[in-house]
């Protein structure tokens, strides 16, 4: 048996878009203090005005703008200093025409005020205050709801929650927040020659800390059954076991067309294939199959294919079932060597990123074989090459998508 068809990535995430829509994870509410990295499930809104009165950015003196018209170093206006609004406290102070009340930075700014000067710009002489500027209105003030306005949106369903959001979010008076849950995920290795550490005459299953830890950066605990030998029943009794407990289950191996390539042989006898065969390199023998209600990624063995996969298809299907909106931040290099490719794949080439401080270059790992997978590590990302091209020649001005960041866009026609 060999590929009947290869598929276009587009072609190949259309598919599986279309079994993705019909999923719906479910939702709870979380602290936001621990929602680090969760993805949001609604809109968070502010409950209230940040600041929550105008405030003072500056040591200083509200004022009444209009008081200092003609002031200026050489025509100070005189002001009557009537008293001093702490930090933290509320002001009770109303000032008219002709006064000044002392504040400090972050306190609010007291009744009939509508600027602040700051103290640089003011001599105490006793009662009276000498201001030695003109201020424009709402100088040195912070406006209420400046930074947030009540009823604001926040942070959007599907986006990430970071540190600087959890800061916001808590600022803004909500202490709690619903975010997807993540998915249930098994992660199967398959392949007789596999030991999971080193093992003199063994190979390291070296894609099991990848995909875990690939799936930690999703907020996914992932359970590991382990590795599966070579072996039809055993195959067979792993994906049987591993169905009943996930709602995705990530395979490595046996996805080629060989003789003992069991996990296909065993998807196509109890489960559902959706596609087998994608045009890209490395990672050609991807398969996308449904075991009842669980959904399979089975992705080669070779640990470069295995992470190119599972870059494409696995964290973009994860992505797109917490309605992630991962930002587009295209970073653009210019190719260092000419990289050739092979007509009608989808190449991912990885590359070390180099800024001389004029020219952001590109530069291809020498070592590039599906199994080298020191590629990845010494590289930064990996420059696409789409299916209608020969390669790239020296000097193409060309994106990079980083290894960091969800590889958005790169399924569709014409990305590269
Ligand atoms: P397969 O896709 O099963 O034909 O495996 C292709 C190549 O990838 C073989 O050289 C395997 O030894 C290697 N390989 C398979 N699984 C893993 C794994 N989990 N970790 C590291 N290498 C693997
Ligand atoms: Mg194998």
Redesign the pocket.
Known sequence: MFFKKLLRTSEAWRIIKNVLEKIELPIEEVEVDSALGRYLAEDVKSNVDIPPYDKSAVDGFAVKSMDLTGASLYNPALLKYIGEVAIGSSPRYVIREGEAVKVDTGAPIPGGADAVVELESCNILGEYVEVTKRVAPFANVIRKGEDVEKGEIVAERGYRIKPWDIALIKGVGVEKIKVYKPPKVVLI???S??SPSWENGK??????PNLKNLLKLLSIDALDMG?VG?MREEVKKALETACENADIIIT?????V?ER?YTIKILEEIGEIYLHGVAVRPGM?FAFAKIGDTLVFAL????V??YVDYKLFVETSILHLYSAKPPDIPIMAKLKYKIPSSLGFKEFVRVKLENTGKEVYAIPVRRRGS?I?SSIVRSDGVVVIPEDSEGLPEGTTTRVYLHTQPWKGILEDGNS
């Open positions: 290795s398959t392949g020659e596999l190979i390291v299953d070296t894609n099991k590795i070579d490595t191996g046996g996805v080629s060989g390539d023998p080669p063995g070779n640990p294919a295995a199994s997978l």
